[in-house]
């Protein structure tokens, strides 16, 4: 049987209901909203019915990790608060405790992905997908559970999955057939959109700021920054963050005084090392999105980036100038010539409109608009 229309159409002839169904799920399928781009609507859904108004709360689970999630929760939190709506911001395993708000369809609830296990209680509830697993990094055992999670919230009428990129979108329908209601990019704190009083200083290191473990690939970069370094006698490598890899990148580096380690810092502390940044790097393969990205290029980084990933999402347009790309074989050769482009380029301000808390505080209360006054969508069963 073959894949055109006309296959398809022979085939919905044979079975017809059973057919008709998986074609339009299928046809379907590969076209998701994105909300900073205001298309159409692809819910599929049918008739609404009246919307459910402005929720008198939203409950936000955060997370436990140096920025990423937690990050994006605090940075929400701003967004609808400046919308006059109160936002509570919880642990994601404390979210069982909350059992009546969770049924309270006055109430809109974002969970992260590590609360997403709430759903089949859950009414008016959008539930996150921040990235797509790794059973390399998480174990199967993760993996699976977090994918049906996802499977029972595509499954239940009170909620809708919501990917923080199409990049996330598209791997979780292609390799687990999870469906997404709309594609949301996470916001950015208001305090990278300062416009910056004082010239920028000297911008004289090669940056990374995250969490220290293999995912990001940090391990990769190191014999390619020394390359790059040798090459260039005034440049350095700050590396930011904690993490269990840590003790590998110092055993690595040595006592070589050109790199020096940060501890995580706070947001301004953080702002001010971008502005010394030339080349801000980070290597995730995978990154759902990567806020990092888009903060580093708010202050005047060019960002060096892997040729996958959400983040190529941020700013398309500034690939190949202000975003250059590190090769996916980590070939160190492959490394130092994408660095060196990188210290070669000029850089261009993105348009972080779509990212401003109030846009995507804004997005996420169009996508809340589809849910009916008793917290389901129309037409739906679960």
Same mark, same amino acid.
């Given at each position: 049987?073959?894949? !055109?229309?006309? @296959? ?21 399928? @590969? ?17 609404? @019915? ?7 709360? /939203? ?8 920025? @990423? ?15 006059? #709506?109160?936002?509570? /911001?919880? *642990? ?17 609830? #974002? ?10 209680? *859950? ?8 990235? $797509? ?15 049906? %999670? ?14 923080? +990129? ?29 416009? $910056? =009083? ?23 970069? /190191? ?13 350095? &490598? ?14 690595? #580096? ?13 947001? $301004? !502390? ?11 790097? %980070? ?19 060019? &960002? ?24 996916? +074989?980590? =070939? ?24 401003? /808390?109030?846009?995507? *505080? ?6 809340? %608009? ?13």
């Amino acid at each position: 049987m073959d894949s !055109t229309g006309e @296959g398809r159409a022979g085939w919905a002839a044979q079975w017809p209901r059973e057919a008709a169904a998986r074609v339009r799920a299928a046809e379907g399928a @590969g076209s998701v909203e994105t909300m900073t781009e205001r298309s159409a609507d692809a819910g599929g859904d049918g008739a609404r @019915g009246a919307p459910a108004g402005l929720p008198e709360k /939203i409950l936000i689970t955060g997370g436990h990790e140096i920025g @990423g999630i937690s990050s994006f929760a605090e940075a929400l939190r701003g967004g609808f608060e400046g919308r006059g #709506i109160g936002v509570e /911001i919880l *642990a994601p395993g404390t979210i069982f405790r909350r059992r009546q708000e969770l049924r309270d369809a006055r109430i809109l609830k #974002i969970l992260s992905t590590a609360a997403v296990f709430a759903a089949p209680v *859950a009414r008016r509830t959008l539930c996150m997908a921040h990235g $797509v697993p790794r059973a390399d990094a998480q174990g199967w055992r993760t993996v699976c559970g977090i994918i049906a %999670s996802f499977h029972v919230a595509n499954r239940c009428s009170g909620v809708q999955l919501v990917s923080v +990129s199409h990049y996330t979108a598209a791997t979780l329908r292609a390799v687990f057939n999870v469906r997404t209601d709309a594609v949301i990019r996470n916001p950015v704190k208001p305090l990278f959109l300062e416009p $910056v =009083d004082e010239p920028h200083g000297e911008r004289n290191y090669l940056t990374y700021a995250g969490r220290l473990i293999a995912a990001k690939n940090p391990h990769r970069m /190191i014999p390619a920054l020394r390359d790059v370094l040798d090459e260039n006698p005034g440049l350095r &490598v700050c590396i930011i963050g904690q993490g269990k890899l840590r003790p590998v990148l110092e055993s690595m #580096i040595g006592d070589d005084p050109r790199f020096e380690f940060r501890d995580a810092p706070d947001d $301004v !502390t953080l702002r001010e090392w971008l502005r010394r940044t030339r080349v801000f790097f %980070s290597g995730n393969e995978v990154e759902g999105f990567g806020i990092t990205y888009l903060e580093a290029l708010t202050q005047g980084c060019i &960002v060096a980036m892997p040729a996958g990933g959400g983040g190529l999402e941020i700013a398309p347009e500034q690939v190949g100038a202000a975003v250059q790309l590190l090769p996916l +074989s980590w =070939d160190r050769r492959e490394i130092v010539a994408a660095l060196r482009r990188a210290l070669g380029q000029v850089w261009a301000a993105p348009d972080t409109r779509p990212f401003t /808390i109030d846009a995507v *505080a804004g997005f996420y209360l169009e996508v809340d %608009s589809r849910f009916a006054p008793d917290g389901r969508i129309a037409g739906r069963r679960g």
